[in-house]
């Protein structure tokens, strides 16, 4: 797998240019990064002028924090309430969208604070999530101004986030709806006086279809890796941007197996494919096991020598197979480099075609990505770096002594 750092700044850069001056774009690196790989898309995103990160999880944060990585965090579930202390030493910003769980956090603050364990200066930053219709987290309007009473009156906790999160950001009416319950939670806070904090609503969809106002921030999450989802209606204004977006990850491998089979083989477990004249068939070291679903199976294609090629039989859990027979030249050997997501001459398999083809979306398509698949990290420059299993934390930062296609058993995929 190859992930290109240049794409992901010239993302970043095309959807601040579209955004009201002042609002800051936070991009969301949950889940790997969306299976980018985290550490090294922060970096490369925070050296691009990202404002500051979310992600979903404490660990997320964690990792980020022990990465060198010193840009404000917000973790959007909230924790658990016994790790309050440790986000605030940690400098993390935390939601709350649960009366109960806020209660909790802020008497382990209390407690804290009572016997010195936490330094003046630490305090526990908390974004107010406010249930707008989503219907899976906030809080409701009308006990906002309670919750943020409690955060005031809690040493070592300061309230700096108004937000939520819109449930089908292309639905004008919806996204409307739910923008009004926003705007009345925050008119709530500013009748009881309390000092309206950064307000954020809009995500990547949220941007792209015009659909609620920027506010003071903006949660960059499918858009900054370059994708966006099969017909999305983006508005006319932000049509220029969603044109310019390039997509960051890509799919390689190389064949671990060139061969002829007779008519009437089957291919694959269960047969489900069967060879209807002899055939060309190269087995591809990619397979369920590294997020390339079953649901492919007899589905998809890959790309080699520019042009598609059907990808036949069941998709196993460490490899897939595909049928070059008609590939004209010289006979395809295990030299050849097939690319299942991205692009190569002028075609192009985006994770949007292969969304349709296991009936999920491209986020599905991208988080999925297996650990084990080696990340080669290029910029302008060139390879920065790799990340595999055995190099852990610090393979991409390390030297660009291999490829990624050197740096792993599993040599014949990137």
Same mark, same amino acid.
């Given at each position: ?7 992901? &700044?010239?993302?970043?850069? +095309? ?21 980018? @790989? &985290?550490?090294? %898309? ?11 990160? %979310? ?13 060198? *990585?010193?840009?404000?965090?917000? *973790? ?8 309050? *202390? ?46 707008? @219709? ?9 006990? /906002?101004?309670?919750? &943020? =009473? =409690? ?8 309230? /700096? ?5 819109? =449930? ?79 997509? /960051? ?26 060879? =209807? ?38 998709? &196993? ?52 990505? +297996? ?8 910029? +302008? ?10 190099? @852990?934390?610090?393979?991409?930062? @390390? ?16």
């Amino acid at each position: 797998m190859r992930i290109d750092l240049g794409r992901l &700044a010239h993302n970043l850069a +095309a959807i601040r240019a579209a955004l009201p001056a002042g609002v800051r774009v936070e991009p969301v690196v949950k889940a790997d990064a969306y299976g980018h @790989g &985290a550490v090294p %898309c922060a970096r490369a995103l925070a050296a691009a002028g990202a404002d500051g990160f %979310c992600v979903a999880t404490f660990d997320e944060g964690v990792e980020l924090r022990l990465a060198g *990585i010193r840009s404000p965090i917000l *973790i959007l579930y909230p924790v658990p309430p016994e790790l309050a *202390i440790e986000a605030a030493r940690r400098s993390f910003a935390v939601a709350a969208s649960d009366t109960e769980l806020l209660r909790r956090s802020l008497d382990v603050l209390r407690a804290a604070h009572s016997r010195g364990e936490l330094p003046p200066h630490r305090r526990l930053m908390v974004h107010l999530e406010v249930e707008t @219709g989503l219907g899976r987290g906030g809080l409701a309007g009308d006990a /906002v101004p309670a919750a &943020a =009473a =409690a955060i005031r009156e809690t040493p070592g906790a300061e309230l /700096v986030g108004l937000w939520s999160h819109l =449930a089908t950001p292309e639905d004008l009416d919806l996204s409307e709806r739910q923008a009004v319950r926003f705007r009345e939670a925050a008119a709530i806070l500013e009748d009881a006086r309390v000092r309206l904090p950064v307000r954020h609503l809009a995500a990547s969809g949220g941007v792209l279809a015009a659909s609620v106002p920027a506010y003071e921030s903006v949660r960059l999450g499918l858009a900054v890796y370059g994708l966006v989802p099969g017909g999305f209606p983006v508005a006319e204004r932000h049509a220029g941007v969603a044109a310019a977006l390039r997509p /960051v990850m890509s799919l390689h491998a190389r064949p671990v197996r060139v061969a002829d089979l007779p008519a009437g083989a089957g291919v694959g477990y269960d047969a489900t494919f069967v060879t =209807a004249r002899p055939s060309r068939i190269a087995t591809l070291p990619v397979g369920y096991g590294d997020g390339w679903s079953r649901a492919y199976s007899n589905r998809t294609s890959a790309l080699v020598r520019g042009r598609r090629v059907p990808l036949v039989g069941n998709v &196993a859990m460490d490899a897939v197979m595909a049928d070059v027979t008609d590939v004209p030249g010289a006979p395809i050997t295990v030299d050849d480099e097939f690319v299942l997501l991205g692009e190569q001459g002028s075609e192009a398999i985006e994770a949007a075609e292969l969304a349709r083809a296991r009936t999920t979306n491209s986020w599905e398509v991208v988080t999925t990505m +297996a650990r084990r698949l080696p990340r080669v990290y290029d910029s +302008a420059a060139g390879t920065v770096g790799v990340r595999t299993l055995t190099g @852990g934390k610090g393979a991409w930062l @390390g030297s660009t002594s291999g490829t990624g296609t050197s740096a792993t058993s599993r040599s014949t995929r990137s």
